[in-house]
């Protein structure tokens, strides 16, 4: 019989620690929460200091009786939930659903699920820390203060099924404001003016742009803004001699980047691999709960995945610095790693923390949730390599990003070997035109043009070579360049005249600011302190799922929906609405995790505030009614235009003469290009298990594909191409011929 239970959450966990411990230890899963407000109600009395009431929730009757049976038999209960607030209050209500005594209730958590880190935790058990069970409940208090009140007031103006929340609204909120950045923005022209100079013994010249321009010894930048501006400077230059100016050497380093966490994880993802910030989470939870990895059994394979701490602990410190010595050399040890090495050599300890972590400084201030670790690989010597075969493909390219990631940051920096050179015109006269622009540029402080004056122009170019990649060898960021220009030292000197072979004005307008993505909106909320890192996927879900944002290609854009629900917020709940507001009551809900605040002081300051707005808003706001999207199939019922509708499935066409006509049907999202077969419109559809699919919107036309078909005619055979990646594949699949995608543009354009 066993001695020991073990709780935890997820029922893959289950499997992965039993192969850990012993037949004394019976380990089971709660499968998530145990109790919850009830759903029919606040689930907490004002008039009763906001006491929460709990409830169990509904299908976990089964579960807490199995729980209880066990937990009778042993002499102690470990409860494992996972090492953050949420797995805190978990534990919590698990202790007071199972009835269990306090002395025979053990609290254990560890931030990977390997062996010697379930056993080490097993020997440190300690008691539920009720400041972070307190954290936790105030949040989920203040997301039902915010839900409850004000979602039935959107039900009643706008329309049913709509929803407010916390950190969603002020999600929605910055958003919003982008679009109205993006709206009302004004492009302003401005020219770049390229030249070229002709070297000897190369076949291409030396690119440089125009920089400024010295007078009297006194360097002044140029700003061009129109294109006589430019034309003005081209004639000026066209008869001019060249040398080089200077020629500037230098070095420059670009550090690793920091280990994962949760939010440069979902960035990261974002960009390099096009995962949605749900899918990296779902993935993520697959590879912290366990793997089957053929003569290991079933493997955690990243550490916990919900964290805001760039920490490594000694332990994996120490083992990344014997990977990187074993398999690049000591001299791709980052400097921390190097000095770890030469203390461990000469016998000093290096500086721990009771939890045996590397106590580094929180980034920038901000508070770091619960002293994780950062997101890493639980062992450094299992290879993404290694694991593919027992990885899904997403799988497989999460764990490498992951894996590299890591690797990288323990590395030392990439150095680079950088050139400025710049080239003088000699002295030409400038003209009126010029210090006109000048004049009107610099604004009305400047002294009025005097007429042309004697001056060079000066034109710019840089160029870098790797000298050192460091952590290069491993790891490159999305938007970063591996490798620099080659540096033009031996082929230029001081003094050296140049030819110019030609000159080239362009114009250019400023751009207003990128919409949104996943990624950068979680950056956003990250860098504004909105919000934790288990909530940031939620958000934008729940955003998409509502209808207030929708999403194309990889931007995010505010409907009209969304615009109409934002305006109430802002108007009639500023508080809710605002974001500096949303970040300071993470910081206080930081202050009651960290014991220095009462929980229930900021429920008492929060809601009758919220309640007075609530009940000003139903008395004054008027009903806002939203224009349901109008497409262009027609009712075969009455005639009328059918409008989109959204219900629990997704999007449907409905007839607006409801209820005098009922008509509906399938909305089909086109893909944008013609059917290979007949010409008509190629529609997008889902299989009954979800597989999305291509088929003809022409009912009487047998087409239909897996894959996206292309406007490219294969030219091998002349069958229409699919798309499978970056490249384009022959539907015949007795031909096989393979193009690059890019060739479809090129015929496109």
Not at 435 to 464: L, V
């Amino acid at each position: 019989m066993a001695k020991y239970l073990v709780i935890v959450e997820s029922p893959t966990k289950v499997k992965t620690i039993k192969k850990f411990l012993g037949k004394n230890y019976e380990i089971m899963a709660s499968t998530g929460h145990v109790r919850d407000l009830p759903k029919s109600q606040l689930g907490f009395d004002p008039e009763h200091d906001y006491e929460p009431k709990y409830i169990t929730i509904r299908g976990k009757g089964e579960v807490l009786a199995a729980l209880r049976k066990e937990a009778k038999k042993a002499d102690k209960v470990f409860l494992a939930t996972d090492p953050d607030r949420e797995g805190e209050a978990i534990s919590w209500h698990l202790q007071a659903a199972l009835n269990l005594d306090p002395e025979k209730t053990n609290r254990i958590t560890f931030n990977e699920i390997t062996k010697s880190a379930v056993k080490e935790a097993l020997k440190h058990p300690r008691q539920i820390d009720m400041n972070m069970v307190d954290a936790q409940q105030t949040r989920r208090i203040l997301d039902r203060m915010v839900g409850y009140r004000i979602s039935p007031l959107l039900w009643a103006k706008i329309r049913r099924g709509l929803s407010a929340g916390r950190v969603q609204s002020v999600a929605l909120r910055i958003i919003a404001k982008r679009e109205n950045e993006i709206s009302e923005f004004i492009p302003l022209e401005f020219w770049t003016l390229g030249a070229e100079f002709a070297l000897p013994g190369l076949k291409s010249g030396l690119e440089a742009q125009l920089a400024g321009k010295e007078a009297g010894g006194k360097y002044t930048r140029i700003s061009l803004t129109s294109g006589e501006q430019t034309a003005a400077i081209r004639e000026t230059l066209s008869g001019a001699s060249f040398c080089v100016s200077t020629i500037k050497k230098g070095e420059r380093t670009r550090k690793a980047p920091l280990p994962f966490t949760t939010s440069t994880l979902q960035q990261e993802a974002a960009k390099s691999l096009n995962f949605p910030t749900q899918k990296t989470m779902r993935l993520a939870q697959q590879l912290y709960e366990g793997v089957d990895l053929a003569g290991s059994g079933t493997v955690g394979l990243i550490t916990y995945l919900r964290t805001d701490s760039t920490r490594i602990s000694d332990e994996a410190n120490d083992a990344a610095a014997a990977y990187i010595s074993s398999h690049f050399g000591e001299a791709f040890l980052s400097e921390e790693l190097r000095n770890r090495i030469n203390h461990s050599q000469g016998g000093a300890a290096g500086q721990k923390s009771v939890a045996g972590k590397v106590q580094e400084p929180s980034n920038n201030g901000v508070h770091i949730q619960d002293a994780h670790e950062a997101i890493r690989p639980s062992d450094i010597s299992r290879t993404p390599a290694e694991v593919k075969e027992a990885l899904t493909r997403d799988q497989f390219r999460l764990y490498q990003l992951i894996w590299k990631r890591f690797v990288g940051s323990r590395m030392a920096p990439a150095k680079y070997e950088t050139l400025q050179i710049r080239i003088a015109s000699d002295e030409v006269m400038e003209s009126d035109l010029m210090r006109s622009g000048a004049q009107k540029h610099a604004g009305e402080n400047a002294e009025e043009p005097q007429g042309g004056g004697a001056c060079r122009y000066i034109f710019s170019t840089s160029s870098s070579r790797i000298l050192s990649e460091g952590y290069l060898t491993v790891y490159t960021e999305t938007d970063e360049e591996k490798k620099g220009q080659p540096v033009l030292t031996e082929k230029l000197t001081e003094g050296e005249q140049l030819e110019l072979s030609k000159m080239k004005g362009e114009q250019h307008f400023t751009q207003p600011p990128a919409h949104y993505t996943e990624a950068s909106l979680v950056h956003a909320l990250e860098e504004l302190g909105i919000g934790r890192p288990s909530t940031y996927a939620p958000t934008i879900t729940t955003l998409l799922a509502r209808h207030y944002v929708t999403k194309e290609k990889r931007n995010l854009y505010i409907t009209e929906l969304g615009t109409a629900v934002d305006d109430i917020l802002r108007k009639s709940f500023p508080e809710i609405d605002n974001v500096q507001f949303t970040a300071y009551m993470e910081s206080m809900l930081d202050s009651v995790a960290e014991g220095r605040t009462d929980w229930k002081t900021i429920l008492r300051n929060f809601y009758p505030d919220l309640d007075k707005e609530v009940q000003h808003a139903e008395e004054t706001l008027s009903k806002v009614k939203v224009a349901d999207e109008v497409s262009d199939v027609v009712c075969d019922k009455c005639g009328r235009r059918m409008v989109v509708k959204y219900g629990p499935h997704g999007k449907f066409l409905a007839c607006p003469g409801f209820p005098e006509c009922r008509n509906t049907k399938p909305y089909f999202e086109k893909a944008g290009v013609p059917c290979p077969k007949c010409g008509q419109d190629v529609v997008i559809r889902r299989s009954k298990k979800g597989r999305i699919f291509y088929g003809c919107s022409n009912p009487e036309c047998d087409f239909i594909s897996w894959n996206k078909p292309s406007t490219v005619k294969c030219p091998e055979c002349g069958s229409y191409m699919v798309e499978k990646g970056n490249r384009l594949l022959c539907s015949n699949q007795t031909c096989g011929f393979i193009l690059p995608k890019k060739t479809e543009e090129k015929d496109n354009k």
